[in-house]
T-cell receptor, first 115, second 112 residues
Framework: GAGVSQTPSNKVTEKGKYVELRCDPI?????LYWYRQSLGQGPEFLIY????????DSGLPNDRFFAVRPEGSVSTLKIQRTERGDSAVYLC?????????????FGSGTQLSVL | SQQGEEDPQALSIQEGENATMNCSYK?????LQWYRQNSGRGLVHLIL?????REKHSGRLRVTLDTSKKSSSLLITASRAADTASYFC????????????FGQGTILTVHP
């Protein structure tokens, strides 16, 4: 596709449920990033993939959060036993190679609401 | 944690005026980027300035970088109502790859 695609655009779930958020990066981009943004704040880094492997998962808040990118393209962010504090916009971004001087291309995000 | 801090947190101006936003950061960097976000959703890259550059222009945007003061500014000249958005500075996370650390942003409102 022409840009980074995220689905769903909105997800409403109940506390304790499991959710999956999908990201389809720009074709050919080897680097993929997940960020989380709370209202009134800047995006907060969660995890970075280089190809299929998670090169840095230091931003994942706890073991309820997990992400995969099995074929080096589409990525899924998985959240178990959701809590109300998980409510936020989850942003995905990609870049060609993950180099230090590359700009990130962002998707439109998934608004997650945990009731 | 967020490295960058934008100032002001909110800015309200009239169309045609210039808008200046500032960003301060804490650690040494080799580049700094500015992004724009409409309606709290996807961010769009505006400009990247490297540590060996002091000023960079792109259309109506002018970015400066002062590494001795660990600060950057974004100037939007002749603002338009369509410039209304949140603006974020972002710096590399301290490693060799493209992980970025974002500031809290400046909310710019341009009144027609």
């Amino acid at each position: 596709g022409a840009g980074v695609s995220q689905t769903p655009s909105n997800k409403v779930t109940e506390k304790g449920k499991y959710v999956e958020l999908r990201c389809d990066p720009i074709s050919g981009h080897t680097a993929l990033y997940w960020y989380r943004q709370s209202l009134g704040q800047g995006p907060e880094f969660l995890i970075y993939f280089q190809g299929t492997g998670a090169a840095d998962d230091s931003g994942l808040p706890n073991d309820r959060f997990f992400a995969v990118r099995p074929e080096g393209s589409v990525s899924t962010l998985k959240i178990q036993r959701t809590e109300r504090g998980d409510s936020a916009v989850y942003l995905c971004a990609s870049s060609p190679m993950g180099g230090n001087n590359e700009k990130l291309f962002f998707g439109s995000g998934t608004q997650l609401s945990v009731l | 944690s967020q490295q960058g801090e934008e100032d002001p947190q909110a800015l309200s101006i009239q169309e045609g005026e210039n808008a200046t936003m500032n960003c301060s950061y804490k650690t040494s960097i080799n580049n700094l980027q500015w992004y724009r976000q409409n309606s709290g959703r996807g961010l769009v890259h505006l400009i990247l300035i490297r540590s060996n550059e002091r000023e960079k222009h792109s259309g109506r945007l002018r970015v400066t970088l002062d590494t001795s003061k660990k600060s950057s500014s974004l100037l939007i000249t002749a603002s338009r109502a369509a410039d209304t958005a949140s603006y974020f500075c972002a710096t590399p996370g301290g490693t060799s790859y493209g992980k970025l650390t974002f500031g809290q942003g400046t909310i710019l409102t341009v009144h027609p």
